[in-house]
Structure formats: structure tokens, C-alpha cells
């Protein structure tokens, strides 16, 4: 089953991707982490909160880095029931690269019954790199790692990102750290409690809105 992301607005989780990733360029040194080590868990309760907030599972949400890519952050959603979903795009190329995490597995059997992206009904390709799946299909190619129960997968146009910087990318995809998460900023305003009141609406009657016009206007 295909799972389509649910683009929402950027109330807290955008900032964090930026923090991690947003200002890395061609030759900047990174950070050494591999998605084959162990995952840090999620920096903070607050996190873990507003994560929640947009109905992503806190232990699904994810950042990577690359080099000239930046979030876009109008692309951060929901993918399926609570997975996450992000795209960074190259300042230059206009290639994007898309960060998907999903509750599920992925294994030899498997591999080739999943499409690569959303394109459902194309033939897969799966070949074994370290710990991870490089995948093809429907002119995308994937980096598929397997964690906990869940899979997390860095995929692009195939003409557009070069094999070894979406390998790369793959690699450095991890849980936010406390020190990237220490940056956020506060939280949204909350949500009024009760309905703003509305001037337009009359307080008899069936409650349509009062369209009525004044003498002269």
C-alpha cells in the first residue's frame, strides 16, 4: 500500500531539521554518525510534545544532512498514521532529496514488493549495501535502512543526486541530539479554548451571517 505524505504546517519540527542540516555546503566536515549505529533518542520532552502535536510518532522523526541541500518546509508532514516525512532541495540543481521514516520492515524478501517513493506497480530493484538496501525503480534510486520497527529511507531522482551523496545522506539520518534540539525555539501559542466569536453572525435566527448594508455603503 502506497503511503502518502500529509504536508502540515511548520509549527516546531522545521527549525530542528534546519538546525541539523540547513546551512551544510560542499566541503563542510559533518558529523561521523551511521545509521548502522545506535540512534540517539529524541533530545527532549518538548520534542517528543510537539511532535505529537503534528500527529508524528516522536521516535520516527528524523534529520540528515548534505552537502548544498537545505529543507524546504512547506514539505514537512505526516507520512501514513504517524510516520514522517521532509525534503531538502539543492540551492543550485534544484534536485530534492526526500527523508521518509516509517513504522515496518524491509528485507530480502520484501525489498522488491515495495516501490521506491510512491510509485506503485513499478519494478523494484534491491542490491545489499552494508547495512542498508540501495534501491531502484521508476527512475528514483533509495537508501532503505531497517531500525527498531521502522524503516528509513533517503530517496531522489536518479539522474538528479548522485548515488554516494544520497548514500551519505542515508548515513547521517539520525534521531535529533540534545544539543540540536536545545535550539528550538518555544512552543506555539495553544489553541484558543473555545470558538473565536465571530461579529458577522447574528445571535437570533438560524445564525447566517449578517450580510446587511448601511445607507451610503
Known sequence: MIRHARVLPVLVLAPLLLTACGSEKAGDSGPSASAAGPAAAPGTREVASRARAMGV????VYVTEAPGFTLAQQSVGVLGDDGFS?????????????????????TADTCPEQPV?????????????????????????EYALSEEGHVVRVSAEKDAVPRDVLH???????????????????????????????GDLPRYGDGAPDNHVDVGG
Not at 86 to 106: C, M, P, Q
Not at 123 to 134: F, I, S
Not at 168 to 191: C, G, I, N, Q
Request: glycine share 8%; charged share 30%; proline share 7%.
Open 117 to 141: 517513493g510512491d510509485m506503485s506497480g513499478e519494478h523494484t530493484t534491491c542490491e545489499r549495501d552494508g547495512d542498508a538496501w540501495y534501491r531502484t525503480g521508476a527512475g528514483r534510486h
Open 168 to 198: 551519505a545522506a542515508a548515513l547521517a539520518a539520525h534521531r535529533p541530539d540534545d544539543a540540536e534540539t536545545d535550539r528550538l525555539p518555544s512552543s506555539a501559542d495553544p489553541a484558543p479554548a473555545s470558538p473565536v466569536e465571530r
Open 86 to 106: 521532509a525534503t531538502w532541495v539543492d540551492g543550485e540543481t534544484n534536485a530534492l532529496l526526500r527523508l521518509a521514516v516509517d513504522r515496518g520492515t524491509i
Open 57 to 60: 510518532a516522536p521516535e520516527l
